[in-house]
């Protein structure tokens, strides 16, 4: 399954990548496949793996924020294996050009 993800916290000020690095340093020891973009972070796992790691990186933010707020968008197909590079090369054939 594919998720994007994205947790911020209230009254930190207008830049948050200290707070969203906190985050993507979870991910990144998850060992899980992972994309990150300006909008949030796209996850590719099992269900259990991917919403234990999105917990994870829930707490971690509720260390350094009272308020918090959380995104997530789900895609669950199960015949789907790398789903989160085929998805992007499917395009890319369709465009006849690599995506930026």
């Known amino acids: 399954m594919l998720a994007i993800f994205s947790i ?10 200290e707070y969203v690095s906190e985050s ?3 991910v990144e020891k ?3 496949k992972y994309q990150v973009t300006s909008m949030g972070t796209i996850l590719e796992g099992e ?3 991917v919403l234990d ?3 994870l990186c829930r707490r971690k933010m509720l260390e350094k924020a009272n308020r918090i707020s959380i995104k997530i968008w789900i895609d669950e197909r199960k015949d789907a294996k ?3 590079t085929k998805k992007i090369r499917s395009i890319e054939t369709k465009l006849g050009h690599k995506l930026q």
């Open 8 to 17: 911020a916290p209230f009254g930190k000020g207008e830049s948050l990548s």
């Open 24 to 26: 993507i340093k979870l």
């Open 30 to 32: 998850s060992g899980l």
């Open 47 to 49: 269900w259990d793996e």
């Open 53 to 55: 790691l999105i917990n």
């Open 82 to 84: 790398d789903a989160l």
